[in-house]
């Protein structure tokens, strides 16, 4: 990489930075992003920690020497996941946290996820550009007379009890739950966690390796679920739950192996929150939105719509002090988590509903399914998007549906209604598309609108 000139730095995103080592991410940019964060936001203490990932400790070493060299003083993590971060930032009353992740990316990129005091995101038009460009022009604030002082603290402990709060323990059911760390930084974590609670685990993939040894800590490829639903289908599990590489998201399957859309555990996690918190807001996304709506009205809270990505649904939970937030992507926001997504607390509640209920994962969901059957979310690579998105908007608009554009385009009619966007990091089209208790209509739609991209697409 060569800062000797450059306009714009290709690992730095709109939300995060993101890259392949060396070429866009390595070593000496780290320790000029330390600069370049120190210089901008003037930090005393600042908390780090990092992935699984064979490059992150070197990153993470650049990245403290830059800190350190600028007066910063360090509380350094060690592995960990990205929600732990955001938790010791907040509750070490830090200046900011810096995350070294690249998720569920491929073996070869690496990253930073970069939060403020209060563990606020840092995106682009919060100090990202900002950092950007420091390191761009070699903009940084002199050299103090004194270093940072560096300390370890790996210790769990608070971090554990904090999630247990979100339950309560001594009623948890006694469950048989099949879990599948992908070889990325739940396993530690969860170990700590699974200490305190009483259910029966089956372990996949559970030791951290950088290698990723079997595949890309993803669950949502779907080729990497095949482990998970075999194994509880033979453990005769109650449910299952799979982490991508830095755990900020978790994704569950139910008693017969079936993965779940996370579109469902929106509206079920709403519901569940709500009940002890009657007339709370719940911020969701505009992909889907028909059973989120629905299901927290019933509840008695009041539905937010936000534009996707957890810059966006944080910034709106902020402002509407909304209890929770979810994305159909399986980022789950909750207030009393400094409004950060968490990969633990969503299946904690799941697990202790289960056992309020009596029902199994199933039967809590399977009504919503059939009330709002969906497509999932469908890519698709295209060279002029724009040209796609007119095409659909003559195709329905004779029919008069309700236009939202809070992202991208939303298409609502009686019976069903579809959402079409660009997605923030890739060349891609994401369609979801829903109805009311139709999935012949869900199917129906989704080819029509192929029709429309593959003719618009020459």
Not at 79 to 104: K, N, P, R
Not at 267 to 283: D, F, R
Request: charge should be negative.
């Amino acid at each position: 990489m060569s800062t000797s000139n450059p306009t714009k730095l290709n690992a730095f995103k709109a939300y995060d930075i993101r890259g392949i080592v060396p070429q866009d991410l390595n070593d000496d940019l780290a320790y000029k992003i330390g600069r370049a964060f120190a210089s901008e936001f003037k930090p005393k203490t600042m908390i780090i920690g990092h992935d699984i990932r064979l490059e992150s400790p070197g990153l993470s070493t650049a990245l403290c020497n830059g800190l350190l060299d600028s007066g910063v003083n360090i509380i350094h993590l060690g592995l960990c996941g990205t929600e732990e971060v955001y938790f010791a930032t907040s509750h070490y009353q830090a200046d900011g946290g810096i995350m070294i992740t690249a998720s569920h990316n491929p073996k070869g990129y690496n990253g930073m996820k970069l939060v403020s005091k209060g563990s606020q995101p840092i995106s682009g038009d919060s100090g990202l550009k900002a950092i950007e460009q420091r390191v761009i022009d070699q903009n940084f604030a002199e050299f103090p007379s004194e270093k940072g002082l560096l300390e370890y603290k790996k210790d769990k402990t608070a971090y554990i009890e904090h999630l247990l709060t979100y339950v309560d323990v001594a009623n948890l059911p006694k469950l048989n739950i099949v879990v599948n760390a992908g070889n990325g930084s739940a396993g530690p974590a969860f170990d700590c966690l699974a200490e305190k609670l009483p259910f029966n685990v089956t372990k996949l993939n559970h030791e951290a390796d950088g290698n990723f040894p079997n595949g890309v800590p993803n669950p949502m490829i779907v080729e990497n679920r095949a482990i998970t639903s075999e194994t509880i289908v033979a453990q005769k599990a109650d449910m299952g739950v799979a982490w991508d590489g830095d755990f900020d998201r978790c994704f569950l399957f139910d008693e017969h192996g079936q993965f779940i859309e996370g579109y469902y555990l929106v509206g079920l996690l709403a519901e569940t929150l709500l009940k002890n918190n009657p007339g709370e807001k719940i911020v969701h996304d505009p992909r889907l939105t028909w059973n989120t709506i629905n299901q927290v009205k019933q509840a008695g809270g009041v539905p937010i719509q936000s534009k996707t990505g957890h810059a966006f649904i944080k910034e709106r939970m902020r402002k509407e002090d909304a209890i929770y937030g979810g994305e159909m992507s399986a980022h789950h926001y909750f207030r009393d988590f400094f409004y950060c997504d968490s990969g633990m607390i969503p299946w904690l509640l799941i697990a202790e509903l289960m056992g309020k209920t009596g029902k199994s994962l199933s039967q809590l969901i399977e009504e919503r399914m059939k009330a709002y059957p969906c497509s999932g979310e469908i890519n698709y690579k295209v060279k002029d998007s724009q040209k796609i998105l007119t095409a659909i908007q003559a195709k329905y608009g004779p029919e008069n549906p309700i236009l939202d554009e809070t992202d991208g385009i939303s298409l609502e009619f009686a019976e069903w209604r579809m959402n079409i966007r660009l997605s923030n990091t890739e060349p891609l089209l994401r369609l979801n598309v829903e109805s009311r208790a139709n999935p012949g209509l869900v199917d129906q739609k989704v080819k029509e609108i192929e029709e429309i991209i593959y003719s618009k697409d020459l």
